[in-house]
T-cell receptor, first 115, second 114 residues
Framework: GAGVSQSPRYKVAKRGQDVALRCDPI?????LFWYQQALGQGPEFLTY????????KSGLPSDRFFAERPEGSVSTLKIQRTQQEDSAVYLC?????????????FGPGTRLTVL | EDQVTQSPEALRLQEGESSSLNCSYT??????LFWYRQDPGKGPEFLFT???AGEEKEKERLKATLTKKESFLHITAPKPEDSATYLC???????????????FGQGTTLQVKP
């Protein structure tokens, strides 16, 4: 398919476990974003990559959250020592160009439940 | 602090009953305002981008407008398949801080009954 894909679609973790969420952006897209969406709320920005460079990580809620995009395509969001408040849908989006003015295309999200 | 507020939180319409959704924003340097549609269990789907006050865009039964303080999403003669959550988001900031991150409102959940 030509869209953004994410895996797994659903993840259940016990409190304290580490999780890794994967995003495959649209081929050739320069920009990649991660957002967190709590139930009934709009998405909130976590971090931004331009190619392999992480240019903005101001939205990461704690040092337990880490993201990478080593070859400028696939990205992984890792959450260490998960807490119940980490339960949310994690959305990945990609855009064909860098910076403002460009629409972002979203994947279906990964729903994380921390027990 | 940049802020986006959508109203109403929920809206129920009869099929064919036109209405408008509101998105108010307070940002430093608007670069773009975006409307997305989100169905349950799916990611947001892009609808429109507006860049300057006075701009309007249309797609089927939807029309988006922009002023200096708010945007409206007008829905004309809605159908049940228009039922979804509609999200408004802004890109803001100085050209030098050019990440393109979106600041979202909390969304308006629309239900259209046949």
């Amino acid at each position: 398919g030509a869209g953004v894909s994410q895996s797994p679609r659903y993840k259940v973790a016990k409190r304290g476990q580490d999780v890794a969420l994967r995003c495959d952006p649209i081929s050739g897209h320069v920009s990649l974003f991660w957002y967190q969406q709590a139930l009934g709320q709009g998405p909130e920005f976590l971090t931004y990559f331009q190619n392999e460079a992480q240019l903005d990580k101001s939205g990461l809620p704690s040092d337990r959250f880490f993201a990478e995009r080593p070859e400028g395509s696939v990205s992984t969001l890792k959450i260490q020592r998960t807490q119940q408040e980490d339960s949310a849908v994690y959305l990945c989006a990609s855009s064909s160009a860098a910076g403002n003015y460009n629409e972002q295309f979203f994947g279906p999200g990964t729903r994380l439940t921390v027990l | 602090e940049d802020q986006v507020t959508q109203s109403p939180e929920a809206l129920r319409l009869q099929e064919g009953e036109s209405s408008s959704l509101n998105c108010s924003y307070t940002v430093s340097g608007l670069r773009g305002l975006f409307w997305y549609r989100q169905d349950p269990g799916k990611g947001p789907e892009f609808l429109f981008t507006l860049y300057s006050a006075g701009e309007e865009k249309e797609k089927e039964r939807l029309k988006a407008t922009l002023t200096k303080k708010e945007s409206f999403l007008h829905i004309t003669a809605p159908k049940p398949e228009d039922s979804a959550t509609y999200l408004c988001a802004v890109q803001a900031g100085r050209r030098s801080s050019n990440t393109g991150k979106l600041i979202f409102g909390q969304g308006t959940t629309l239900q259209v009954k046949p």
